[in-house]
């Protein structure tokens, strides 16, 4: 069932010797080689675009073909009621009722593939956009966090948001590496509201008096040897940081979720993440990568039924609130420039892997298949209103690629497009890491795998 | 569309296989310089060069430069205590002190009482010091007194006791052996049973290798019947469907975490690629070792038969013998394809094999916890629990090639304290395996009681010689333990499978037992999922905002919370605000207040009153100083 793993071709050596150049100097005396000068050889213009992203990962996997590569047959439900949006392009309704009339703005992408069918191993490539290498597990950045010291020098004094803000990540989440704590994800439980840095109206008379008590007691301190150097500078600075931000007019705005757009959003955990992934970017207050975990899709049973408390429908349904009201209202929200905020923002939508396809399990679910499946891209400069790639007739196999690279795009692709978007050069890499080795913001490589790799440029045509 | 990709598949026209992109930049080599002069690179970039024969090269993934780096920062903001000398107390002093006068690193004198006190109850129990605790110690005059309190947090009394036995060493650990061994819901509720197993290890002081013997061999016919089993369960590797084990990938990965654990050796690195021409600048050891040699390695679980018979999406789990070996024909879901090899069973690091009719888990469960490397490896996780770095670090960087070895070898001496090591490890193999003994021989050296503070100039190349305490920040657990003890108001954790309600998170069976709320807030303080992220040390404004500001600690300060704040403004007879103040002092910071503190806290409660009195916790709590171990 499973297509071979490794059915690669080979790389020959003129193809070695053009994205190779002069990395092949040592070749022979080097059992491996790898094209290092590629990415300084080969110029790339990114296409900056856009201004921010916005990432939601579907947690779990997503199953294509019961979503947005949907594959109709015997088993699909009726009540999935399927209709022609365009006429390449049937969507399951009854799932996704306020999405397909917002397709207009998405471009659908089927051609996807992912390296690895462990969640864990999969989930770290899709944010980091690197293979799991336990020798520098430690030190990759996450993409948010690449992105956040990327922009770090067009920081504004005003800014008083962090540049990276992620929603109900775990301890699992990847953060930044090796790179400094100041472009670590402020993560947000949306679930509550409870947010430390918004200071409740009414306490903030309190907190101001506890933070002059600190103050003096800081300088009553015993034991500072040297006058004047009372704070520890390291933590004392994450203090300030934290007040920078807590101490500002705007934050209770931003970090607010009031009750009209809670029920328009559709009142899920979600749904709150999209409100304020929403505010964050209105805001334009130095956030540059929103990302929002998305979580449970991984229906390894009874992936139809009804009566599960999390099931293909609740999941669908809570994507299908929180993203279209987010669309629509980014879309309505003109800002300086005169550019609406979907026009600044990238917005992107997929999960770590696909599922399987055809017949439901034994289990009445859908396991993990990493041969296809499918995402959304829309803002940021992308032209919406498509569908980009095929699938065979289940939905198993990539079949059509639909972009000039001519095969299928995989978690690099879509990292080199972000940086794109924002302006990044993904040909970028930084030699001076704890562990010597030199971090590439994106690898021409995965396992044995060279990959030339490159932004989805289709999506922006 | 296979054909059609334009993916390339290097091969080198010689070895076809082996190769991952995780060592090839170290292959091609560049930017580590080598010899004398070890250029570290910080992480902004700025340049520290180490010169000379004396310092050994930091290995690279050790925390040490990060430690003393903090160590600089925060030490002369610290209070200042009179500082006392320091005298040999044990061996471990022998061989510390001696290379800190032969190559005149600037050396810290001893921690006075109160430092001492709030670093080795934090080391030893996981918690702050209660303030009675700290006066009465302060007022002991016993010269014998530092012994007597580590002996008593050791101790466990069972004289008149009618429930099992709990007490904050057991908790700590058992949390300390939970993280090593990776305990999580991998194991479904058998990842109560295995902490259940290992705590009671712990309360009759089994010797480890004891331990770790019935850990590896363990069979059961249900992983939630049978506790040791679950230590090999939880390693289990699916195939993509997540409801078969794919038993060589799960080998592999036994093979790995074990050696990783008790070996303190990354297999890793050759789980896809030989060692050589791949880890020359890392590990000279692994250059000598081939992929084949960690399936021989692996084989030792070949007869390992993981299935689950009660339900393929349920993670119940049978473990027997019935494994019919390692094939290196069997595909793999997490690396690169096998090449044929020989697969009998063979212990990395001597190349023995099981006596005919072993059975080969006994077989290397012998091997493994006869050899001195078993020991070195404990040995030197405990001491990094201790001291926040291990003399090996990371506890899986030791390269048995460089071990011990003084020439440069060149990659820079390796072990600046192999002495030191093997005279604990040979201790520790003297003691049979006792924890306790270890640790105990560890927190009572003059070297773990230095001070913080040196005089003269520092380099952070000295981290090395523990010459100086180091400072470090509180791990996410010891922290919110640290925020519940201090307060005196604790939250009810559910704990394990079985219904238990706990007040620490440090008595908890796996992260999952904490709710999610906490749970979020412990993960910004970069708690251990003890799946593939590890814990971390740094600082975020994230952190402090928490302490400034979250519901969660807020609620701990109210008066009303009915906790130490309660218990010190409500005591019969009234206790005298100077009193007061002094007692938050103690239950936070283990100090007692200046003069000027002491003014300015009486002055505070006297005018505001309660208010006063939560507003002096709370500011106590945003103190740096709270949450550092010094």
Redesign the interface.
């Known amino acids: 069932m499973q297509p071979s793993q490794f059915h690669l071709p080979t790389l020959s050596r003129r193809r070695l010797l053009q994205i190779g150049g002069v990395a092949l100097a040592g070749f022979d005396l080097l059992p491996m080689a790898r094209p290092l000068n590629a990415t300084t050889k080969e110029s790339v213009k990114p296409r900056g675009t856009a201004e921010y992203c916005l990432f939601v990962f579907l947690q779990g996997g997503a199953s294509h073909v019961d979503s947005f590569d949907l594959k109709e047959g015997k088993g699909t439900p009726e009540d999935f009621d399927v209709k022609s949006i365009t006429p390449d392009l049937r969507m399951p309704v009854g799932l996704f009722p306020k999405l397909s009339k917002k397709l207009e703005q998405v471009a659908i992408v089927r051609s996807l593939e992912a390296w690895e069918t462990e969640h864990g191993r999969a989930t770290y490539y899709l944010h980091v956009a690197h293979q799991v290498s336990p020798a520098r597990v430690r030190e990759i950045p996450s993409l948010g966090a690449l992105i956040a010291y990327e922009f770090h020098g067009a920081r504004k004094a005003s800014d008083f948001l962090p540049p990276f803000i992620s929603m109900n990540y775990g301890p699992e989440q990847v953060k930044e590496g090796m790179l400094d704590t100041k472009f670590s994800p402020l993560n947000f439980d949306t679930k509550s509201s409870d947010w430390s840095f918004v200071v409740p109206q009414p306490e903030r008379g309190r907190f101001d008096r506890r933070l002059g008590y600190l103050k003096q007691l800081t300088s009553l301190a015993p034991g500072a040897i040297t006058p004047g150097a009372h704070s520890l500078t390291a933590l004392g600075s994450f203090q300030a940081d934290a007040l920078t931000m807590m101490n500002s007019d705007k934050i209770p705005g931003v970090l607010k979720v009031d009750e009209e757009d809670r029920k328009r959003y559709g009142g899920t955990e979600f749904g709150n993440a999209c409100i304020l992934a929403r505010n964050v970017l209105a805001a334009e207050s130095g956030t540059r990568f929103i990302s929002i975990n998305h979580k449970g899709w991984d229906l390894h049973t009874k992936i139809y039924e009804k009566n599960e408390k999390v099931n293909h429908y609740t999941l669908s349904r809570d994507l299908d609130g929180g993203l279209s009201e987010l669309l629509t209202d980014l879309d309505k929200t003109k800002t300086s420039d005169g550019r609406t905020l979907l026009d600044k923002t990238l917005v992107v939508v997929m999960g770590e892997f696909g599922r399987t396809t055809g017949d439901l399990t034994p289990g009445r679910g859908r396991d993990h298949h990493r041969f296809a499946m499918s995402g959304l891209f829309a803002g940021g400069g992308v032209k919406g209103g498509r569908v980009l790639g095929a699938t065979d007739a289940e939905g198993t196999k990539v079949v059509k690629a639909a972009w000039s690279k001519k095969r299928s795009m995989y978690p690099e692709d879509v990292a080199a497009t972000i940086y794109s978007a924002l302006g990044i050069d993904w040909t970028k890499e930084i030699k001076t890491t704890p562990s010597g080795r030199v971090f590439e913001y994106i690898e021409f490589q995965s396992g044995t795998n060279f990959l030339d790799v490159g932004e989805i440029s289709e999506l922006f045509v | 569309?296979?054909?059609?990709?334009?993916?390339?598949?290097?091969?080198?026209g010689?070895?076809v296989t082996s190769?991952?992109?995780?060592?090839?930049?170290?292959?091609?080599g560049?930017?580590?310089q080598r010899s004398f002069a070890v250029v570290l690179?910080s992480?902004?970039?700025s340049l520290l060069l180490a010169q000379g024969p004396d310092h050994p090269a930091m290995p690279?993934?050790s925390n040490k430069t990060e430690l003393s780096?903090?160590t600089v920062?925060?030490s002369?903001?610290?209070?200042?205590?009179e500082p006392k000398p320091a005298v040999r107390q044990n061996y471990i002093d022998d061989f510390i002190f001696e290379k800190i006068r032969k190559n005149k690193i600037p050396q810290a004198p001893l921690a006075s009482d109160i430092e001492y006190l709030r670093r080795v109850s934090l080391d030893v129990i996981g918690r702050l010091p209660e303030p009675e605790k700290i006066r009465q110690f302060v007022k002991d005059t016993d010269p014998k007194k530092r012994e007597k309190l580590v002996d008593e947090m050791m101790a466990i009394s069972t004289k008149g006791v009618t429930s099992k036995p709990s007490t904050p060493f057991l908790d700590r650990w058992t949390y300390f052996l939970s993280d090593l061994f990776r305990v999580n819901n991998l194991q479904g509720p058998g990842r109560t049973l295995l902490y259940n197993y290992l705590r009671n290890s712990l309360t009759v002081n089994q010797p480890y290798d004891e331990l770790v013997r019935e850990l590896l061999t363990a069979s059961a016919r249900s992983n939630f019947d049978s506790a040791p089993v679950n230590f090999l369960i939880r390693f289990y590797?699916?195939q993509?469907?997540?409801?078969t084990v794919n038993p060589e990938d799960t080998y592999d990965e036994l093979a790995i975490r074990t050696a990783r654990m008790f070996l303190g050796v990354?297999l890793?690195?050759i789980s896809c690629h030989d060692g050589k021409?791949?880890l020359e600048?890392?590990n000279l050891w692994l250059t000598e070792r081939k992929r084949a040699d960690l399936w021989r390695q692996a084989a030792f679980f070949g007869k390992v038969r993981m299935y689950r018979p009660y339900g393929?999406?349920v993670d119940e789990f049978v473990l027997n013998n019935e494994g019919t070996g390692y094939d290196t024909k069997s595909?793999s879901?997490?690396r690169?394809?096998r090449y044929k090899a020989d697969t009998t069973p063979t212990f990395i690091l001597t190349g023995e094999h099981p006596q005919p009719g072993e059975d080969p888990r006994e077989a290397f469960a012998r091997f493994l916890t006869t050899n001195v490397q078993f020991a070195r490896t404990t040995v030197n996780y405990v001491w990094a629990e201790l001291f926040g770095t291990g003399i090996v670090d990371p506890p899986t960087g030791f390269d048995l090639n460089r071990y011990g070895s003084t020439s440069e070898g060149g990659l820079g001496i390796l072990t600046l304290q192999a002495d030191l090591l093997d005279a604990l490890s040979k201790d520790f193999q003297d003691h049979h395996y006792d924890l306790r003994h270890l640790i105990r021989t560890i927190v009572t050296s003059s070297t773990y009681q230095l001070s913080h503070r040196v005089q003269g100039p520092w380099k952070d190349e000295y981290a090395g010689y523990f010459s100086r305490h180091l400072v470090r920040?509180l791990p996410a657990e010891e922290l919110w333990d640290a925020v519940s003890d201090a307060t005196g108001v604790y939250d009810e954790i559910p704990s394990g499978d079985f219904g238990q309600k706990v007040k620490y998170v440090m008595q908890t069976v796996s992260?999952e037992d904490i709710p999610?709320?906490l749970?979020?807030a412990?993960?910004?303080f970069g708690?251990?999922?003890r799946?593939?992220?590890?814990r971390?040390l740094?600082?975020?404004?994230?952190?402090?905002?928490?302490l400034?500001?979250?519901?969660?600690v807020k609620q701990k300060l109210k008066l009303d919370a009915k906790g130490r704040l309660t218990q010190l403004m409500r005591a019969e007879p009234p206790k005298t605000n100077q009193q007061i103040v002094e007692d938050i002092f103690l239950a936070t910071l283990s100090r007692f207040p200046?003069k000027?503190?002491s003014e300015?806290g009486v002055k505070?409660i006297s005018e505001t009153h309660d208010?006063g009195a939560e507003?002096?916790l709370?500011?106590?709590l945003?103190?740096?100083?709270f949450?550092?171990n010094y």
């Open positions: 569309m296979a054909g059609k990709h334009p993916i390339l598949r290097v091969r080198n010689r070895s190769r991952s992109k995780c060592y090839m930049i170290d292959y091609m560049r930017s580590i690179l992480l902004t970039g690279r993934g780096r903090l920062a925060s002369s903001a610290l209070p200042y205590f590797i699916d993509p469907d997540q409801s990354n890793e690195c021409n791949h600048k890392i393929d999406l595909k879901v997490v690169l394809p920040r992260p999610g709320k749970r979020s412990l993960s910004s708690l251990d999922d799946n593939l992220g590890a971390s740094s600082g975020s404004p994230v952190q402090a905002s928490i400034l500001n979250s519901d969660l200046s000027a503190e300015f505070l208010a507003d002096l709370w500011t106590l945003n103190r740096p100083e949450v550092l």
